[in-house]
């Protein structure tokens, strides 16, 4: 029992070595690595070659390809090229298989000493997400040297030597098995490397190790297509084009395992690089010789899955794409999309207010109280997006710009529900009367909504560009708004000693109404706390307290 916990707990940490690459890489390169693959796919070869120093850098063709995937989902390159990215990345992830698999050993000390200084040290800067990246290898390292000394007692008692030898007699067993513990590593680099280390003990026969790297091949297709299951259809096609050039591979190579341990033994005599050179054999092989039916596979593909058409008026791209939740930055950006989407029916339900006030349109106001549902849909999806983001992965900036979507949002959504609000009191108190604003209040209300839609469409700038200057404008509007809700409300008053008709019938509506659109000029303006503040702009305690008060209510 004790060797078999050393040898779980050895691959446990393999698998976690490989996953600290895996996000420290793309956390500190996840925007540039996202520049190299969409700038390369003018041509089949050329994304080819980026997907292999992608995979190199990031351990994981199962992220280049989710990171491909989700570029495709967005419109950015097409399905042909994303498949030749992933060609590409199959070379990649063999390649650090071979070089993972030399006498490293030496390293692994120096790596973890290093980057648990770094990360210590410096733990929100690129040198403390480093020195993650060199932890993770560390452990990599040492995770390989751990299960070499674990599965010697281990696999050498009876029972498991005889179950070993069982599986020799059945190429699809090994594929099976191979393929179910990619799936549950989440790795088929550390599949092939553990394989590739259990060979080398003579744990498992060499043709059963290499039944075994197929399997883990095509698991890692199997894990790209369950990871995207709920994805778009455009996502998809990408995940599922890859699978089936593994499939292929797999199909055409398995009987030819004979004939590499005949061939390749006599010039390789260790059977850890026997195993890894296989691993890249296979991969070179499917993708030179695949990469030229990109096109023809991107075809079928659409054909057994395509993309559903819509009709104009509810065609809209979806930004919360959960492939990209292993990128945090392109997750962060797909987040402020879909943020400034939910604006967007923000600020269509306050222009169709102003109609509703005018025109006493309940049909228009029955269409804006729906749209609130969807600001409300929009505000959920939005939230929990983001709550599948690991802040502990995500740098100071990319961590503030999570607070500010998360600010954003809720102000958004509060602002559709003061609409609403006021459309439903517009309805009960002034339409089902028979009772209108008079001409004084009506220019009043008119000139306010109209600095609220101005004001919205400033926040919504500043909020995308992040730009200070436009940010303190916004600020200073909140003065000026009050300063005009009080006037008017003075005005109205006056209006109310004069005894004009219209104004003493409408007066509670009036004041309220006022008050409301003071409330949602509030929360537009509340976009600009988090700019001024992370530029150190704030310069009135009062307006920080103010800040801080409201993100405490939140």
Excluded at 95 to 109: E, I, Q
Aim: charged share 15%; aromatic share 6%; glycine share 6%.
């Amino acid at each position: 029992m004790k060797h078999l916990l050393n040898l779980l707990a050895a691959v446990a940490l393999l698998v976690w070595g490989t996953h600290l690459v895996r996000t420290g890489v793309l956390h500190v390169f996840g925007a540039n690595l996202r520049k190299i693959l969409v700038q390369s796919m003018r041509s089949r070869f050329t994304a080819a070659l980026s997907g292999v120093g992608v995979t190199a850098l990031v351990q994981s063709s199962t992220a280049t390809s989710l990171m491909t995937s989700s570029f495709v989902g967005q419109g950015l390159v097409t399905l042909p090229a994303a498949l030749a990215v992933m060609r590409g990345a199959d070379v990649g992830t063999a390649l650090m298989a071979v070089l993972f698999s030399t006498d490293l050993s030496w390293l692994s000390p120096l790596f973890i000493f290093v980057g648990v200084v770094l990360f210590i040290s410096r733990p929100d800067s690129p040198a403390g997400r480093i020195g993650r990246v060199l932890i993770g290898l560390g452990l990599m390292l040492l995770a390989l040297q751990l299960v070499v000394q674990a599965t010697g007692p281990l696999f050498s008692s009876p029972p498991v030597l005889a179950l070993l030898a069982s599986l020799g007699s059945d190429i699809l067993l090994e594929i099976t098995i191979g393929a179910a513990l990619a799936l549950a590593a989440y790795s088929s680099l550390a599949v092939v490397l553990l394989v590739a280390a259990m060979a080398s003990s003579s744990v498992v026969p060499l043709d059963v190790a290499l039944g075994l790297v197929l399997g883990a091949n095509l698991g890692s297709g199997l894990l790209a297509v369950l990871t995207t299951a709920k994805s778009s259809v455009a996502v998809r096609q990408v995940t599922i084009g890859n699978l089936f050039f593994k499939l292929l591979g797999v199909a055409l190579l398995a009987p030819f395992t004979g004939l590499w341990l005949r061939e390749a033994r006599p010039y390789v005599s260790d059977a850890t690089q026997l195993v890894v050179l296989f691993h890249l054999a296979f991969n070179l092989i499917i993708s030179i010789g695949f990469i030229g039916l990109t096109n023809f596979v991107a075809k079928l593909v659409t054909r057994l899955l395509p993309v559903p058409v819509e009709s104009a008026a509810t065609r809209r791209q979806q930004h919360l794409d959960p492939s990209a939740l292993s990128t945090p930055s392109l997750a962060i950006s797909n987040a402020a999309r879909e943020a400034l989407h939910q604006a967007d029916i923000v600020e269509t339900m306050l222009i169709g207010m102003l109609g509703v006030i005018r025109h006493n349109d309940l049909r228009l106001a029955a269409e804006l109280r729906k749209l609130d549902d969807t600001v409300d849909q929009l505000y959920s999806s939005i939230k929990y997006y983001l709550t599948k983001i690991s802040r502990e992965a995500l740098g100071e900036e990319e961590s503030r710009r999570w607070t500010d979507i998360i600010s954003f949002t809720i102000n958004m959504e509060q602002i559709g529900d003061i609409i609403e609000r006021v459309i439903i009191d517009i309805e009960d108190k002034k339409i089902k009367r028979q009772r209108n604003f008079s001409d004084a209040g009506m220019a009043e209300i008119v000139e306010l909504h109209e600095r609220l839609v101005a004001n919205l469409r400033l926040g919504m700038s500043v909020f995308l560009n992040g730009n200070v200057r436009d940010a303190q404008k916004l600020l200073e509007e909140k003065a000026r708004f009050r300063d005009l809700e009080r006037a008017y409300a003075t005005t109205h008053l006056g209006r109310l000693s004069d005894q004009t008709a219209s104004s003493i019938e409408t007066s509670s509506l009036h004041i309220d109404l006022i008050s409301d659109l003071k409330r949602i000029n509030s929360h537009i303006c509340s976009i600009a706390y988090p700019i001024l503040d992370s530029a150190g702009a704030l310069s009135h305690t009062r307006m920080r307290e103010s800040r801080i008060a409201t993100l405490n209510r939140e």
